[in-house]
């Protein structure tokens, strides 16, 4: 008799709720079996989970709360989930279909997060301005309010820490819109908190289709912040409303980036550094090296070598130790591959290995094999975002070739430089517009470190204290120990305006 799929419901208000009408399934993209449903939350459920929110932030506790009781809280979510990684490893695996020792490695940092929001919170001081007179002038920074965040399915876990982590040590009440792909990592967050000791109704979890439960809770006046990581087209759908509700954003939407190779490098190296950037994740992440510039002088070399290594990573079953490549997301991803392909193709393009969909031994799930295709700077491959394991690869003449094709689309989020010539690595990651640089380097993550892009890769950071900050709004108070008012004196002397 086959087990029943489990539904896991949204977290409100402290507790798992009651399962909405309507229900959406998730799969294991490496089977396309069941995992579990979950909730497609509809416009009066969040439009009531917004009202609790609101009540929750203005009268509930954690506002309010002092410094040292938000660093207890959110320490002590650090080590209940560092106690607790290897459940979430392998729900990562089952519903991303990402090889489990990529897994390991990206979840065994995700504590590193609330550990730094904690920390942040703990240590950050207002200021006293240089106030002319005896005026004196502090200046503190306050939540919000309720904030909405959406996130993706390819780093369910990573990237709602790094929202939920900033959002809670400034004294919001958050809203997560967790991506109806892959959001049961992100739905036992919730009981997690409240273990740590979060308050009730200050982590709210939800979950539904972006283009109805997220596009319900987008378009609600009463926020106060959204942040969202996803593409230019969920932006576009949701910034027009914000705007006219002045609620600010900040998005991470996607990017194009180059990997720029030199010869200094050497060729072995050159090919790790191209394989490790274009493939981790299946291509799926908003920093892929989805276009390697590789200059003239290594350029016949590095492909033959490129393509050998690619055509021998083994691709397969995410919970099988030795998988290198694991799935995409879903059999719309398998297809845009295949389609960016056919087009590369038509384009003129030449496909060095790969570039077929492909299957486990059943005849299921949703693989694509590792893809290289030479192409030219201009073409659509080379300009545009595929989401997926197709690697744009384009010979490049000269340094000043390799920063204008670098520069060449309207993504701008990160890059990476490789060279062995220190003047050269100065010179280059200067020129490169990119939110992020690596030199030597790339996928590199630091919860300290902005994170975030230019043009259309999006607007705002996450990381760092610019995401704390982002949180938090300037509140300045100027008291006054010697100023007289006395501007509508008869006889005013030393009277001030201003």
């Known amino acids: 008799m086959a087990h029943p799929i489990p539904h896991i419901p949204n977290w409100i208000n402290g507790a798992q709720t009651p399962p909405t009408a309507n229900r959406i399934t998730v799969l294991n993209p490496a089977t396309e079996t069941p995992l579990a449903t979950i909730d497609a939350t509809p416009r009066e459920t969040v439009h009531q989970i917004i009202t609790d929110s609101l009540d929750t932030f203005q009268t509930g506790p954690w506002t309010r709360a002092d410094a040292s009781d938000r660093f207890a809280v959110l320490s002590t979510a650090a080590r209940l ?57 502090t200046v503190t920074r306050l939540p919000l309010g309720v904030v909405a965040q959406i996130t993706p399915y390819n780093h369910p876990l990573l990237i709602a820490m790094k929202k939920i982590g900033a959002a ?3 004294g919001n009440v958050v809203i997560v819109k967790a991506s109806e792909l892959a959001p049961l990592s992100v739905l036992r967050l919730g009981a ?17 289709y972006g283009y109805e439960t997220g596009k319900f809770l987008c378009e609600d006046a009463r926020l106060a912040k959204i942040d969202l990581t996803g593409g230019l087209q969920t932006y576009r759908a949701i910034a027009s409303v914000a705007a006219s509700n002045l609620i600010p954003i900040t998005a991470e939407l996607g990017g194009k980036a180059p990997v720029c190779l030199f010869p200094s490098v050497g060729v072995e190296m050159a090919v790790r550094a191209a394989l490790f950037a274009s493939f981790i994740a299946s291509g799926q992440t ?8 590789v200059h003239a002088d290594m350029y016949e070399a590095f492909r033959e070598a490129l393509e050998r290594r690619v055509r021998a990573l083994r691709m397969g079953d995410p919970m099988d130790e030795r998988t290198q490549i694991g799935t995409v997301i879903s059999r719309a991803a398998v297809e845009r591959c295949a389609a960016f392909v056919d087009r590369a193709v038509k384009d003129g393009g030449s496909v060095l290995c790969g570039g077929k969909a492909a299957t486990n031994a059943e005849g299921t799930g949703f693989f694509f094999e590792p893809t290289i295709i030479e192409t030219t700077a201009d073409s659509e491959l080379a300009c545009s975002e595929v989401f997926g394991p197709v690697i744009a690869l384009l010979k490049c003449e000269t340094e000043e070739q390799i920063v204008r094709i670098a520069n060449g689309t309207s993504y701008a989020l990160g890059a ?83």
């Open 416 to 498: 990476s430089v490789w060279t062995n010539d220190f003047t050269q690595a100065h010179r280059v990651a200067a020129k490169i517009d990119a939110g992020i640089v690596w030199v030597n380097g790339h996928h590199l993550n630091d919860p300290s470190s902005p994170w975030g892009g230019f043009k259309d890769s999006g607007v705002g950071k996450e990381n760092g204290m610019e995401a704390y900050e982002s949180y938090t709004k300037v509140k300045s108070t100027v008291f006054n120990y010697g100023v007289a008012p006395g501007w509508f004196d008869d006889e005013a002397t030393n009277a001030r305006y201003g």
């Open 81 to 137: 989930l560092r106690a607790r990684i290897p459940e979430f490893v392998t729900l990562e695996a089952q519903q991303t279909g990402r090889p489990i020792r990529e897994m390991r490695a990206q979840l065994a940092r995700v504590p590193e997060w609330l550990e730094y929001f904690a920390s942040v919170v703990r240590t950050h001081e207002g200021r006293v301005t240089p106030f002319k007179g005896p005026v004196v002038n």
């Open 192 to 208: 997690l908190f409240q273990e740590a000791g979060l308050p009730d109704g200050v982590l709210q979890i939800v979950c539904g």
């Open 168 to 170: 809670l040590a400034a």
């Open 286 to 293: 908003c920093v892929t090296g989805s276009r390697l510039l």
